[in-house]
């Protein structure tokens, strides 16, 4: 059966971030990518809290790199690869997140879009 490749919105995350191995691919996903520039993301492994228990370590190190460090933040969303039109789009969205929540929130979904396309693709094979 083919199984076509799952839409990541702003609205349907927490939908899509229920399977275990989906939510632990999604959190070794950005722990690589902000470890590749020694900020530190941890994982519990609670896959029930892991929305918001990365979403909160993420709002705590985004601010901090926005205070201290606003070149490394800027590469490490480069990395994720996160667009102004992507921040834009979710600051529409989700107008009850201030703007240091939705580039966590956009982590998220970046990183969970990565995880997805990638099973998908190994799915094809």
């Known amino acids: 059966m083919n199984l076509g490749l799952p839409q990541v919105s702003n609205s349907?995350?927490?939908?899509?971030?229920?399977?275990a191995e989906i939510v632990q691919e999604t959190?070794?996903?950005?722990?690589?990518?902000f470890g590749m520039?020694?900020?530190?993301?941890?994982?519990?492994?609670d896959t029930n809290n892991a929305y918001n228990e990365l979403h909160q370590q993420l709002?705590?190190?985004?601010?901090?790199?926005?205070?201290?460090?606003?070149?490394?933040?800027?590469?490490?969303?480069?990395?994720?690869?996160i667009t102004?039109?992507?921040?834009a789009k979710a600051t529409?969205?989700?107008?009850?997140?201030?703007q240091v929540e939705i580039i966590a929130h956009q982590v998220i979904v970046r990183d969970l879009k990565k995880v997805l396309l990638r099973r998908y693709f190994r799915n094809q094979k």
Do not use: C
């Open 12 to 19: 349907n995350v927490s939908g899509l971030f229920t399977e």
């Open 27 to 33: 959190a070794e996903q950005i722990m690589k990518d």
């Open 37 to 45: 520039f020694g900020v530190e993301i941890t994982f519990s492994g």
């Open 59 to 81: 709002i705590g190190q985004i601010s901090l790199l926005l205070e201290r460090n606003y070149e490394l933040l800027l590469s490490v969303l480069y990395q994720v690869d």
């Open 84 to 87: 102004d039109s992507e921040i």
């Open 92 to 98: 529409r969205e989700l107008p009850h997140y201030n």
